[in-house]
């Protein structure tokens, strides 16, 4: 973290500190946030706590940064599930709990450092995310387009920009949806309310989402969702905002949700023309296994 951060409980995060703070920073580990109350740089009402301290409604919380995190790029020998390579793009299947790219709290074992060691990678967006065009959430699995060379980059960004590329996301969502499809237009920035939480808001950027239905459970509904944008965490707000949060979510998902390592969104279809040929190219990734056990277990149980 990387600036203080201060917050007032309400009775959404009464509860164990390091579990409300491992839920409402979902991007650090439940031991580095018990690292940062047991060294101090989480004071409660001004004082120091343990990471047992149980929150109550009106607490003040305080978080202070700790020193800046060196951070050194370097390939690491990591498995990638390669969905198409070739010497311009490379389309990879991102496991669930993979982060992209390095960032403090994450210094490395991220998918840009495997990437490294596999290719070299353009250099537009920076030092530590060489080659990354979009991203996808740690706890969100499937597709992504890295791009080998600047021309490239550039070809895909823009395409992003222009609303050309296809994305589709497999999300499973609590309730059950009546309607078989629908379109969610709703503007998307910064909480008010909490710093590290998109909202809709009435000044945000404009953000589409379009679903349709999937198959039905007794508590849940499976939906495909079509990007028309693609804002952080979009699925994920716009979901929670027409009442239907997704599954496992820790951060937008209520707390009585089904058992997981996070949300259950995955990355299924991406599609793009060539940056160099102009070719229309689709590409698909099949649910992973954890995903697919959890629609198994729905199936048996609404039987």
């Not at 305080?62 to 690491?76: A, G, N």
């Not at 699925?235 to 009585?256: C, E, N, Q, S, T």
């Amino acid at each position: 973290m990387s600036e203080e951060v201060e917050l007032t409980i309400d009775s959404e995060m009464v509860g164990r500190i390091d579990k409300q703070l491992g839920h409402h920073f979902d991007q650090f580990s439940r031991s580095q946030i018990q690292h940062w109350i047991e060294d101090g740089h989480v004071l409660v009402n001004g004082k120091q706590v343990k990471p047992k301290y149980k929150l109550l409604v009106g607490d003040h919380i305080q978080i202070i940064p700790e020193e800046p995190q060196k951070i050194d790029l370097t390939p690491e020998n990591i498995p990638l599930d390669i969905v198409y390579e070739d010497n311009d793009v490379i389309v990879v299947n991102k496991p669930q709990g993979m982060v992209v790219h390095p960032a403090p709290g994450h210094p490395d074992h991220t998918l840009v450092n495997a990437l490294l060691y596999h290719s070299p990678l353009s250099t537009i967006n920076g030092e530590f995310r060489p080659g990354i065009v979009h991203r996808i959430d740690k706890d969100t699995s499937g597709l992504l387009m890295v791009a080998k060379n600047d021309l490239a980059h550039r070809s895909l960004t823009a395409q992003l920009k222009a609303k050309t590329n296809q994305r589709e996301y497999v999300a499973l969502v609590h309730g059950v949806i009546k309607e078989d499809k629908g379109t969610i237009d709703a503007p998307l920035g910064r909480s008010l309310k909490d710093r590290k939480k998109q909202a809709v808001v009435i000044d945000g950027r404009h953000a589409v989402t379009h679903f349709n239905v999937l198959e039905r459970f007794k508590n849940y509904t499976l939906v495909a969702c079509q990007l028309e944008t693609g804002r952080t965490h979009q699925i994920r707000v716009h979901m929670k905002y027409i009442g239907h949060p997704l599954a496992g979510d820790p951060l937008y998902g209520p707390r009585k949700t089904l058992a997981g390592n996070g949300q259950y969104l995955h990355a299924r279809l991406l599609g793009f023309k060539h940056p160099r040929t102009g070719k229309e190219m689709v590409f698909t990734a099949p649910l992973p296994a954890y995903f697919t056990k959890m629609l198994e277990h729905l199936r048996k149980t609404d039987q």
